[in-house]
Protein backbone atom coordinates (compact mmCIF):
# COMPACT_ATOMS: atom_id res chain seq x y z
CA UNK A 1 0.00 0.00 0.00
CA UNK A 2 1.13 3.53 -0.31
CA UNK A 3 1.34 3.69 3.69
CA UNK A 4 3.92 0.82 3.96
CA UNK A 5 6.44 2.56 0.99
CA UNK A 6 5.90 6.05 2.82
CA UNK A 7 7.47 4.21 6.25
CA UNK A 8 9.93 2.42 3.99
CA UNK A 9 11.15 5.64 2.40
CA UNK A 10 13.13 7.74 4.65
CA UNK A 11 13.10 10.77 1.75
CA UNK A 12 9.43 10.97 2.18
CA UNK A 13 8.63 14.45 4.62
CA UNK A 14 4.77 14.31 4.35
CA UNK A 15 2.28 12.88 2.42
CA UNK A 16 -1.33 12.91 2.53
CA UNK A 17 -4.33 13.22 0.30
CA UNK A 18 -5.56 17.22 -0.68
CA UNK A 19 -7.67 18.60 -2.86
CA UNK A 20 -5.65 20.31 -5.56
CA UNK A 21 -6.52 22.15 -8.65
CA UNK A 22 -3.89 23.96 -10.96
CA UNK A 23 -4.94 27.54 -11.63
CA UNK A 24 -1.84 28.82 -13.70
CA UNK A 25 0.66 26.94 -16.27
CA UNK A 26 3.60 29.24 -16.84
CA UNK A 27 1.93 32.61 -16.00
CA UNK A 28 -1.30 32.18 -18.28
CA UNK A 29 -4.30 31.33 -15.94
CA UNK A 30 -6.40 27.91 -16.41
CA UNK A 31 -9.59 26.85 -15.59
CA UNK A 32 -10.05 25.25 -12.11
CA UNK A 33 -10.93 21.90 -11.85
CA UNK A 34 -10.41 20.39 -8.42
CA UNK A 35 -9.64 16.94 -7.74
CA UNK A 36 -8.13 14.48 -4.58
CA UNK A 37 -4.47 14.05 -5.13
CA UNK A 38 -1.99 12.25 -2.88
CA UNK A 39 0.95 15.08 -2.04
CA UNK A 40 4.56 13.65 -1.04
CA UNK A 41 7.07 16.02 0.10
CA UNK A 42 10.70 14.54 -0.88
CA UNK A 43 13.25 17.20 -0.07
CA UNK A 44 13.07 19.97 -2.41
CA UNK A 45 9.73 18.64 -4.25
CA UNK A 46 6.19 18.52 -3.97
CA UNK A 47 4.88 15.57 -6.08
CA UNK A 48 0.92 14.86 -7.02
CA UNK A 49 -0.17 11.71 -7.70
CA UNK A 50 -3.61 10.76 -8.44
CA UNK A 51 -5.93 9.59 -5.46
CA UNK A 52 -5.60 5.98 -5.46
CA UNK A 53 -9.54 5.74 -4.55
CA UNK A 54 -10.05 6.61 -8.27
CA UNK A 55 -7.94 3.93 -9.65
CA UNK A 56 -8.25 0.09 -9.28
CA UNK A 57 -6.14 -1.07 -6.38
CA UNK A 58 -4.00 -3.14 -8.30
CA UNK A 59 -3.44 -0.14 -10.55
CA UNK A 60 -1.96 1.72 -7.64
CA UNK A 61 1.89 0.62 -7.38
CA UNK A 62 3.60 3.95 -5.92
CA UNK A 63 6.84 2.24 -6.16
CA UNK A 64 6.83 2.23 -9.98
CA UNK A 65 3.83 5.47 -10.33
CA UNK A 66 4.93 8.32 -12.01
CA UNK A 67 3.97 11.71 -10.31
CA UNK A 68 1.03 13.70 -12.13
CA UNK A 69 3.37 16.52 -11.53
CA UNK A 70 5.60 18.03 -9.50
CA UNK A 71 6.48 21.18 -8.01
CA UNK A 72 10.30 22.44 -7.56
CA UNK A 73 9.66 24.71 -3.97
CA UNK A 74 12.80 26.49 -4.37
CA UNK A 75 11.93 30.12 -5.20
CA UNK A 76 8.68 29.46 -4.92
CA UNK A 77 5.53 31.46 -3.38
CA UNK A 78 3.79 30.39 -0.72
CA UNK A 79 0.23 31.86 1.14
CA UNK A 80 -3.16 31.72 1.96
CA UNK A 81 -5.45 32.24 -0.48
CA UNK A 82 -9.11 32.01 0.89
CA UNK A 83 -10.35 34.87 -1.38
CA UNK A 84 -9.64 32.59 -4.32
CA UNK A 85 -12.34 30.18 -3.68
CA UNK A 86 -15.41 29.59 -2.28
CA UNK A 87 -13.80 26.27 -0.02
CA UNK A 88 -12.18 27.11 3.02
CA UNK A 89 -8.31 26.41 4.04
CA UNK A 90 -7.13 26.75 0.88
CA UNK A 91 -3.62 28.07 0.15
CA UNK A 92 -1.49 29.26 -3.06
CA UNK A 93 1.65 28.14 -4.21
CA UNK A 94 3.30 29.51 -7.05
CA UNK A 95 6.57 28.24 -8.53
CA UNK A 96 9.66 30.25 -10.07
CA UNK A 97 7.85 29.14 -13.47
CA UNK A 98 4.57 31.01 -13.25
CA UNK A 99 3.14 27.26 -12.28
CA UNK A 100 0.11 27.80 -9.74
CA UNK A 101 -1.61 25.81 -7.88
CA UNK A 102 -4.55 25.99 -4.78
CA UNK A 103 -4.17 23.08 -2.36
CA UNK A 104 -7.37 22.37 0.45
CA UNK A 105 -8.77 20.27 2.69
CA UNK A 106 -11.35 20.29 4.91
CA UNK A 107 -9.70 20.10 7.83
CA UNK A 108 -8.38 23.05 9.39
CA UNK A 109 -4.96 21.11 11.26
CA UNK A 110 -4.27 19.10 8.56
CA UNK A 111 -4.10 22.29 6.17
CA UNK A 112 -2.03 24.21 8.98
CA UNK A 113 0.74 21.44 8.92
CA UNK A 114 0.83 21.25 4.86
CA UNK A 115 1.25 25.10 4.77
CA UNK A 116 3.89 25.42 7.81
CA UNK A 117 6.24 22.32 6.17
CA UNK A 118 6.76 23.90 2.55
CA UNK A 119 6.93 27.14 4.61
CA UNK A 120 9.89 25.19 6.04
CA UNK A 121 11.32 24.12 2.82
CA UNK A 122 10.73 27.17 1.40
CA UNK A 123 12.30 29.01 3.89
CA UNK A 124 15.63 26.75 4.23
CA UNK A 125 15.71 27.27 0.01
CA UNK A 126 15.94 30.57 0.29
CA UNK A 127 18.96 30.30 2.94
CA UNK A 128 21.16 28.24 0.51
O1 LIG B 1 -13.07 30.68 -9.08
P1 LIG B 1 -14.13 30.06 -9.93
O2 LIG B 1 -13.80 30.06 -11.36
O3 LIG B 1 -15.49 30.55 -9.63
O4 LIG B 1 -14.06 28.53 -9.56
C1 LIG B 1 -15.12 27.61 -9.60
C2 LIG B 1 -15.29 27.03 -10.98
O5 LIG B 1 -14.05 26.64 -11.50
C3 LIG B 1 -16.20 25.83 -10.99
O6 LIG B 1 -16.14 25.19 -12.25
P2 LIG B 1 -17.00 25.61 -13.52
O7 LIG B 1 -16.71 27.05 -13.78
O8 LIG B 1 -16.46 24.68 -14.56
O9 LIG B 1 -18.43 25.34 -13.18
C4 LIG B 1 -15.78 24.79 -9.97
O10 LIG B 1 -16.69 23.73 -9.97
C5 LIG B 1 -15.69 25.40 -8.60
O11 LIG B 1 -15.25 24.41 -7.68
C6 LIG B 1 -14.77 26.58 -8.59
O12 LIG B 1 -14.82 27.30 -7.41
P3 LIG B 1 -14.20 27.05 -5.99
O13 LIG B 1 -14.81 28.18 -5.24
O14 LIG B 1 -14.67 25.70 -5.56
O15 LIG B 1 -12.71 27.15 -5.98
Do not use: C, H
Not at 58 to 65: A, E, L, Y
Not at 117 to 122: A, D, H, P
Request: charged fraction near 25%; charge should be positive.
Amino acid sequence: SFLDSYSMNPEIQKAGLLNKTKIAEGGRKLRKNWNMSWVVLVRNSLMFFKDPKTQSPSSWKPGNSQPESSVDLRGAQLQWANELSSKKNVFKLRTVTGNEFLLQSETDSLIRDWYSTIRRVIDRLDRE
